[in-house]
């Protein structure tokens, strides 16, 4: 067994006692997580092992949450497997499309569900029961539809190709009272700029988690990466 997994087979039994507690954990944490961490990581990768390796090694850097998307095979057995493990971490399932994917995600445990569009039979599936809920959009209407259907968050994709962190500004003039999650876009030159701009969270994936970093189990560069991000977040949300 790797040293990171033993260090994680630690962690999780001296959580046992609070197992039951940290399973249920609430809309509110889990919104307040988010918003604490400002990093909503995409873990969209090719096979189940390396989404789970994605996960783990972010959550060991300071990371504690995780979007497996549905384009990850056997994206829903890595959601289970996850919230079994790691009670403590918010993951949860991304790219869902339909009313039966985002049933199948919550039953496996998926503590938010988030989609690249505003697809309103998800969010209702989210908000039954009772977890955050992130619709996808990119105007204006769509924003506002979304959060008028309950949405916490509202991921802004693509933001990059609209005018990035100057069109998240733009948004929250209007609409200081939705909280958005900037994505699509989103680098090491570009991250501080978008919670500058207001952006509550900044989605981000091969920039945080490089294919061939994933590939040849690079945990140390994922580690640097998460710091730097972690420390992008901190600078925008410092007051000049």
Known sequence: MRRMERSFVMKVGSQDSNRGRENCMRREDVRTRIEEIGIFPGIRVKSADQAIYAAETLYQAGIPVAEITMTVPGAIGVIRRLAESFPDM???????????????????????????GFVPEVVEAALKANVVAIPGALTPTEIIAAWKAGADFVKIFPTGPVGGDRYIRSLKLPLPQVKLIAAGGVNQQTATAYITAGATAIGVGVELLPRDALQRRQEHRIHELARRFLSFVKDGRTPA
């Open 90 to 116: 918010v993951v949860g399932a991304g790219t869902v499309l339909d009313r039966e994917t985002a049933e199948r995600c919550l039953e496996a445990g998926a503590r938010f569900l988030t989609s690249t």
